[in-house]
């Protein structure tokens, strides 16, 4: 559904030197499996998520999408700032082409954000942006869900009712989620791929992911 052909990604640091995020990455995604990626602080796996939902291009090498391939979840920039939650929702339906009507009437209902909708997302709480980014991601649907960590936020009840609507929403559709915690990951992924040093190392399951990512980082916490 996802394909990586030969990708490669630098950036210049605030020092001058450039730091090589992805160097020649091949892989596929395959379909219908929810995938992990692993990997430490500054790996670059929110920029790996990017480059998935085209969001941000490679230097080299292409990225091939069959499907709806949603926006990444917890990625702050998916927000105008200046724009109220309902504009921005009603823009990002149009960008999927799904209608505008009953995107905002699912929103306003399950993201329980109430006059805060109509008011510019640059007032928002960081749990309310992410209560709005999840609203709007389960009001269109997606064939693949990209995921930047999973944040838990509201109260109990708000935290079950996402988790079972995100659930159901797997039943049929993929995940990739990016992660540091190996807990998050076992408890959605049932394959796995680590990013480390540029390069992505993909796992059949993800026990063996495990044990070579505590490896790496010198523990044995899983």
């Known amino acids: 559904m996802i394909t990586l052909r030969h990708v490669s990604k630098r950036y210049r640091g605030q020092d001058g030197a ?29 920029t790996l998520l990017r480059l998935l939902a085209g ?20 990625f702050n920039a998916t927000w ?22 009953r995107v905002l009437d699912f929103v306003a209902d399950f993201a329980e954000l109430g006059h805060y909708l ?3 997302v640059a007032t928002y709480s960081a749990g309310m942006s992410a209560k709005l980014a999840f609203g709007v991601s389960l ?15 509201g109260d109990a009840r708000f935290r ?3 988790a079972a609507a995100f659930q159901a929403r797997l039943a049929h559709s993929s995940l990739i989620l990016v992660s540091h915690n190996t807990h998050t990951i076992r408890k959605f992924c049932d394959c796995c791929a680590i ?3 540029g390069r992505l190392h993909p796992f059949d399951t993800v026990d063996e992911a495990m044990q070579c990512y505590l490896e790496l980082m010198g523990t044995t916490d899983a």
């Open 195 to 197: 990013l480390e040093g």
């Open 18 to 46: 450039s730091k090589e995020v992805l160097r020649n990455v091949s892989m596929a995604f395959p379909r219908g499996r929810n995938v992990g990626i692993l990997g430490a602080n500054g790996a670059g796996k929110s």
């Open 118 to 120: 109509d008011m510019p």
């Open 55 to 74: 969001s941000e291009l490679p230097d080299e090498g292409e990225v091939e999408r069959h499907g709806r391939v949603s926006f990444p979840l917890g």
């Open 160 to 162: 079950a009712k996402s």
């Open 80 to 101: 105008h700032p200046d724009l109220s939650g309902r504009e921005n929702v009603s823009f990002l339906a149009r960008v999927y082409g799904a209608p505008v009507a």
């Open 139 to 153: 009001a269109i649907d997606f064939d693949v869900y990209l995921v930047d960590e999973i944040t838990e936020v």
